[in-house]
């Protein structure tokens, strides 16, 4: 079973939209979340983290988690087509040592 | 940043032979990890690996799959004998406890 799900699978936004990303745990374990950028062709580079419920903001990044529904989710405000790329959530729990990945989101975004 | 370095970058090997993928992690972390993508896709998890032990494995870990890190050198993958499944890019990381850092992967092709 999956223990990390992302949606949408593929997103299209304009230049300058707001692009926004969903990843669900189905393990109760889990209590860390991490979001990774991947351009193509590349490894895969920390954007940002998130442990405690509410919002963290970075820039034009913006991550909220609700613990309770494990749900966190990335928005991308004033997309950039350099933001063009797979988008992957992590998640893992304390006090063990390994991180599962969704099968990512692939965000295109249009000039 | 820390930095994880792989050699080689791409490796091109007939379908029975053995291949090692070689990973020199960032010199103070603990934990090292290999996972296996396929075409842009998820970032699927193979084995992570603590103090001289594998921790965990997934089911893509097959039997013939090996991993090692000698007296503190390269941390390793082998595969003997490799398959035609086994084409992909190997992602090597590490961390010191929270967040990976990815080395930027070798593509094995397996003809």
């Not at chain 1, 949606?7 to 707001?18: A, F, K, Q, R, T």
């Not at chain 1, 189905?26 to 062709?41: I, K």
Request: net charge neutral; hydrophobic share 35%.
């Amino acid at each position: 079973q999956q223990k990390v799900q992302q949606s949408p699978e593929s997103l299209i936004v304009p230049e300058g939209g707001m692009a926004s990303l969903n990843c669900t745990s189905s393990d109760r374990n889990v209590d860390y979340f991490w979001w990774y950028r991947q351009h193509s062709g590349k490894s895969p580079k920390m954007l940002m983290s998130i442990f405690s419920n509410g919002e963290k903001e970075e820039g034009r990044f913006t991550v909220h988690l609700n613990k309770a529904s494990l749900h966190t989710s990335l928005h991308i405000r004033d997309s950039q087509p350099s933001d063009s790329a797979l988008y992957l959530c992590a998640a893992s729990h304390t006090g063990y040592q390994n991180f599962y990945f969704g099968k990512g989101t692939s965000l295109t975004v249009i000039p | 940043g820390p930095k994880v370095l792989q050699i080689p970058s791409h490796q091109i090997i007939d379908m029975g032979q053995m291949v090692t993928l070689n990973c020199d992690p960032v010199s103070n972390h603990l934990y090292f990890y290999w996972y296996k993508q396929i075409l842009g896709q998820q970032m699927e998890f193979l084995v992570n690996f603590y103090n001289g032990k594998v921790m965990e494995k997934s089911k893509l870990f097959k039997d013939q799959f090996s991993v090692e890190r000698p007296d503190g050198s390269y941390f390793t993958l082998k595969i003997q004998p490799t398959a035609l499944e086994d084409s992909a890019v190997y992602f090597c990381a590490s961390s010191p406890r929270e967040r990976l850092f990815f080395g930027h992967g070798t593509k094995l092709s397996v003809l």
